[in-house]
T-cell receptor, first 113, second 115 residues
Framework: KQEVTQIPAALSVPEGENLVLNCSFT??????LQWFRQDPGKGLTSLLL?????REQTSGRLNASLDKSSGRSTLYIAASQPGDSATYLC????????????FGTGTSLTVIP | EPEVTQTPSHQVTQMGQEVILRCVPI?????FYWYRQILGQKVEFLVS????????KSEIFDDQFSVERPDGSNFTLKIRSTKLEDSAMYFC?????????????FGPGTRLTVL
């Protein structure tokens, strides 16, 4: 069964800092990996989707990379802002599970003004 | 921008009662999902639905759960006889495709509290 781990569990940074969130998964046979943002008590907002054939995806200040062979993905946030404060989740879709995503426990990010 | 909507935002029920959670997926999407998140735990897959039938389900999705697309826009999750451990946030999601470009879009969730 696919296991997805995210470290650190919580991160606090001053505004303006660049930061990296980490996601690791145990089964490298995946269709894709998706990063989400979750605000307290709210739903999941899709940030980036990386297909298995891709190495990275960029959207604005966000850049996500994928290294399937090592079972890792990183989400890089440039010039962090207080509005970036949220929990960031990665979810992996293995070949054997069809459309089912396996989620990590998330990294809770606080950006201090 | 199109979005997935869910109603109600919060549902409180007594143990043993039936509840129906409702979702309106993005209009041109073909694949529909339910996930749940127990407080403080990971988001967990429940079921996926395509072409008016269940395509996959997890171990959590036992006989007390059912899904339905009663018309062209709604997608529902029914829990027949709720238990205390069913208390969780339930998320509906939809996607246009099922391949490697399968980007799932989530609704805001329904918080279910079973007393």
């Amino acid at each position: 069964k696919q296991e997805v781990t995210q470290i650190p569990a919580a991160l606090s940074v001053p505004e303006g800092e660049n930061l990296v969130l980490n996601c690791s998964f145990t089964d490298s046979a995946i269709y894709n990996l998706q990063w989400f943002r979750q605000d307290p008590g709210k739903g999941l907002t899709s940030l980036l989707l990386i297909q298995s054939s891709q190495r990275e995806q960029t959207s604005g200040r966000l850049n996500a990379s994928l290294d399937k062979s090592s079972g890792r993905s990183t989400l890089y946030i440039a010039a962090s802002q207080p509005g970036d404060s949220a929990t960031y989740l990665c979810a992996v879709r293995p070949f054997i599970s069809g459309n089912q995503f396996y989620f990590g426990t998330g990294t809770s990010l606080t950006v201090i003004p | 921008e199109p979005e997935v909507t869910q109603t109600p935002s919060h549902q409180v029920t007594q143990m043993g009662q039936e509840v129906i959670l409702r979702c309106v997926p993005i209009s041109n999407h073909l694949y529909f999902y339910w996930y749940r998140q127990i407080l403080g735990q990971k988001v967990e897959f429940l079921v996926s639905f395509y072409n008016n039938e269940i395509s996959e389900k997890s171990e959590i999705f036992d006989d007390q759960f059912s899904v339905e697309r009663p018309d062209g826009s709604n997608f529902t999750l029914k829990i027949r006889s709720t238990k205390l451990e069913d208390s969780a946030m339930y998320f509906c999601a939809s996607s246009l495709t099922s391949g490697s470009t399968n980007e799932q879009f989530f609704g805001p969730g329904t918080r279910l509290t079973v007393l």
